[in-house]
């Protein structure tokens, strides 16, 4: 019966399904905010309450419980109903365990059918390729029309003087001949192809005429051509050439006048008659001793006109040499009188003086890169949805033994010894023993051996970047460095579904894990919120698979009032509750080796945990700066739980723009060393405790501070003059900077690996590309999950939330080395490129 109740329910949606689900609304167009992406998180809880009571039958209900929380309009609602049922069928895991449970989910289209869905992913690019189209077709369809259509050349005559039509016009064009009618218009008929030539005109009273013609693709194209008429009575003109000196008549020479040219006689004189109506032109008189003469001539009206030209002689051989001497003397008498200076300024006059005007682009360039260059560079947070070029930058610090020392070794031997294991063989002579001592009833006895023992670690991790696992994770590492064998897995509030060490591994269901790990040892590390009902005050019902294991032990933070319930009634289910800290391994392996149940172990009470921090996480993760009374008591809240060095830690880990847990290991390390080389038991426990304690806040489980909360942090830091200290501290750790462990690394030190991240150009086009992108559609909420550290130039004055780059190392956090120029400085040279290049071109001439 149960068995069937189990298959009727719904296969378990995890906050990584949910989170993933999240992602891909954004990416069709929801509105997902921080808010939203926090409920996502919770929302496994809800939905493996109700899988148990076997109230999820269906996908439908799934989708009525989800859309609360994704959907912000009726329309999004509606859209969301369609998209999910798809979701659930690309998502092979979830839709090969509805296929067990019998539940069949039909694919549908994402919200819109078939190409309507692809067309509203894609519509950018459709529209991109729309527009190039109706482009090209505006410009290639008058070309293609001209090819296809019939070809025509046709036109009509008229009088350039009166405008009337000139008719019986005999016109010539490409082989053809044509004449114009009455109406002074001639056509050619059709042509099969685009055809272009000269077309000429002959008529007896006027002037022929030549222009160049080519066929149209419409008939109805017509292009008129104006004629001159020539004159009834021709008209002459006397040229007269004599000597400009003498004034004596000059015979032979040759006058050019309108198309005709003729020598002049013995008197010097050369007659033309024309008919042409013409208002001027040119005349030209040519001798061979004397130079050439070309005037304007305005034609005049009377019959017969003289015109006196006058030429100048041309000088003999013997004359142009001592002419070309005489000016050979003069040009090296001014050369003589002039310095080397100008005779370089002469030379390079066009040169020298673009010089002038581009040089003092090229000093600008100079002083404003070698200010950039001088400039510090600083590490700052930026949100933005695109994704920048990452690198990383390892830096070093020397480990100071805080999960290292001799305590914790001794009892990382106590969990090696070996434990007595039940073989699967029997042992013949207690096997015989026994059976003779019941009767004669078969009674089996097996054999047994020591064998090292295994251990199951189960964690509670509210997110990736959750510090209070990444706390137990250095625990159990130091346990795996020295030979104790341990399977690690991950869980959310419950342990339900686990997540295998390795990421990539699929997630396992509790059931799966018994029978994966059925003989390890069973260690859990939670806060053990989610083990009890608040509803009822009692456990879960699942909480009774844990018993499976042998041994188990369950860890938490600390011990207060409300906690001592919890451990009551653990206790009477079976388990051991302790501390996480050295002493409750400790505790936990007496118990198991030498069964001292009841030894007393003194397990001081803790400063509890504000219930404030979990009630308004909501509030306290959010970028946007809350109101002042929410400000203020959260102030309060982390005074009563934190004393002064806690505070400071908050504080120093503020400082850098970005919650690293190797960073906040080196900081608690650091302050609590202060001028001491090595720190002592006592020391280390209290550093444990302490940074135990920071990393249960909300914004080290979720590894992310807002800006607000970080600015009132330094600024109280500043206000009690640790501020420098802090930030002395993080620029010793990034004076270590290197790019590869190999380079010069101490093997005694431990590195830390910081993402930095820069603005190459690919990401200057996406981003120029959203914001296009943001005139056509609402603009998306950047989320604190797409956070980045930047290295930036600094062109203003310094930020509190920015972190000075140290200048011997400051090249490896600016991209890829040099190779990547700060965003000033590029656009400085690409400014300035055109001046350089048109310099360049004129100096090679």
Known sequence: MAQEKLKTCLPILTSEDLIRLAYELRSIGFSIDTRQFVEAHRADDILLGLEVQGELKGPERLKTILAPIFCNTPEEQATFYKFFDSWLSRNARIHEEFKEAGVRVERKPDGQPGWGNFLAQHKYWFISLVSFAVLAIWYFYPMMGVMESKKWLQGKVVDQKTGAPVEEVSVQFNNRAAQTDGSGFFNFGEFPDKTSGDLTFLHPAYLTKTLPGKSTTTQQDMETFQLRRLLKNPRIVVIEVKDKESGVPVAGAEVAFLTKSRRTDVAGKARFNYRREESSTQIDVMHDGYLKNTLTYQLHGYDTVTVSVELVKSLTAEEEAVQSLVERINKVEI?????????????????????????????????????????????????????????????????????????????????????????????????????????????????????????????????????????????????????????????????????????????????????????????????????????????????????????????????????????????????????VSIAGLSRHIERIQFDAASARFDWPLATPYPYLFEDKKDVWLQQAEPDQP?????????????????????????????????????????????????????????????????TRLPWFRYGSMPDWLRLCLIKNLQEKNQHHQIRRIIRELLSSARRDYREGFQKTGRAIRLPVAWKSVIFHLRYLKRKIAALFQRGIDDDPLNDYVFSNYISSGRSLLAVIIPDRVKHLFSGKGRQSLASGRRQVLLCQWPSVRWYLLLLNG
């Open 335 to 579: 050369v003589a009188t002039e310095g080397g200076w100008m005779k370089f300024y002469k030379k390079y006059y066009q040169k020298i003086l673009v010089g002038s005007a581009v040089l003092p682009f090229l000093f600008l360039i100079g002083w404003m890169l070698g200010r950039w260059y001088r400039k510090p560079v600083m590490l700052e947070r930026e949100a933005t949805t695109e994704t920048p070029s990452v690198d990383y930058v390892m830096v070093e610090w020397l480990a100071e033994g805080v999960f290292k020392n001799s305590r914790l070794r001794r009892i990382i031997q106590q969990f090696r010894q070996h434990r007595e294991s039940v073989d699967l063989e029997l042992d013949t002579e207690a096997t015989i023993y026994r059976t003779i001592n019941t009767g004669g009833m078969f009674t089996p006895a097996y054999q047994s051996r020591f064998v090292l023992p295994e251990y199951l670690v189960l964690i509670d991790r509210a997110s990736f970047d959750d510090q209070q696992a990444r706390f137990v994770d250095e625990i159990i590492d130091r346990f795996a460095a020295d030979g104790v064998y341990m399977d690690r897995y991950y869980f959310k509030r419950a342990p339900r579904v686990c997540q295998p060490e390795k990421p990539e591994k699929p997630q396992l269901a509790l059931k799966e894990l018994i029978t994966r790990h059925p003989g390890h040892r069973l260690l859990v590390f939670t806060d053990a919120e989610g083990f009890i009902d608040p509803l009822t005050g009692k456990l879960h019902g699942w909480i009774d698979q844990l018993l499976h294991w042998s041994d188990t032990g369950i860890f938490i933070p600390e011990r207060t009032d409300g906690i001592r319930y919890l451990e009551r009634i653990l206790a009477k289910s079976g388990f051991h509750v302790e501390p």
């Open 630 to 694: 929410h400000i203020d008591e959260l102030t309060t809240a982390l005074r009563q739980y934190l004393d002064e060095e806690g505070i400071l830690w908050l504080g120093a880990c503020a400082v850098y723009p970005e919650l690293h847990w190797e960073l906040t290991l080196y900081l608690a390390a650091k302050l609590t060393l202060g001028d001491k080389d090595t720190l002592t038991a006592e020391e280390q426990d209290r550093l444990r405790k302490k940074l135990l304690e920071v």
